[in-house]
């Protein structure tokens, strides 16, 4: 079965650039998708098809797919950018999820 | 706008069984694929299952054959999820999805329902 990396936490400063990767084998031969849940509320997606953003997402957000490594990076975080990070692909029928990433900006 | 909405969570005992239902609105039911993910408490998402849009194709994670069985009426805009010998370990938020394409991405989420499985 699919297995997903991702780090578990990281910290940005208000401003600067943070980069989440989610790692599988083989990983860019499919689609990549990231969702963002903040606490106590449903994920959002924000990266669909590796690197198409929704329309209400803002600009800040972009994401590559590549190897055996997706990266999701938030330029010039925000606080309103701290929350937690999900990487997402299909394998055999099945989705998988990445365990997910703690971003804080502090 | 779209609208998903869960319903059915509660506190069952361990070997119980529960049907879980999301109502859909503001968008074509009919015309979506449906997924069910959960995630419990201070855990990460985990993927149930899938419908398509007609119900005829459906999947599911291993972890979940056997115990889950997904379904939809489309005549009623609504999703379920039966959940059957419920354990400790299936306690847990309880989203439903809706899902773009076979194998698409999840676009729209549900606020969830709790399913707590405690004697």
């Known amino acids: 079965s699919l297995e997903l990396t991702q780090p578990p936490s990281m910290s940005v400063s208000p401003g600067q650039t943070a980069s989440i990767t989610c790692s599988g084998d083989k990983l860019g031969k499919d689609y990549v998708y990231w969702y963002q849940q903040k606490p106590g509320q449903s994920p959002v997606l924000v990266i669909y098809?590796?690197?198409k953003r929704p329309s209400e997402i803002p600009v800040r957000f972009s994401g590559s797919n590549s190897g055996n490594t997706a990266t999701l990076t938030i330029s010039e975080a925000q606080a309103m950018d701290e929350a937690d990070y999900y990487c997402?692909?299909?394998?055999?029928?099945?989705?998988?999820f990445g365990g997910g990433t703690k971003v804080t900006v502090l | 706008q779209v609208q998903l909405v869960e319903s059915g969570g509660g506190l069952v005992k361990p070997r119980g069984s529960l049907r879980i239902s999301c109502a859909a609105s503001g968008f074509i039911f009919g015309d979506y694929y449906m997924s069910w993910i959960r995630q419990a408490p201070g855990k990460g998402l985990e993927w149930i299952a899938y419908i398509s849009s007609t119900g005829q194709t459906i999947y599911y994670a291993d972890s979940m054959k056997g115990r889950f069985s997904i379904s939809r009426d489309n005549a009623n805009n609504s999703l379920h999820l039966q959940i059957n010998s419920l354990r400790a370990e299936d306690t847990a938020l309880y989203f439903c999805?809706?899902?773009?394409?076979?194998?698409?991405?999840?676009?729209?989420w549900g606020l969830g329902t709790l399913v707590t499985v405690s004697a």
């Open positions: 997402q692909t299909w394998d055999s029928n099945a989705a998988h």
């Open positions: 098809q590796d690197d």
């Open positions: 999805a809706r899902t773009t394409s076979l194998e698409g991405h999840f676009d729209h």
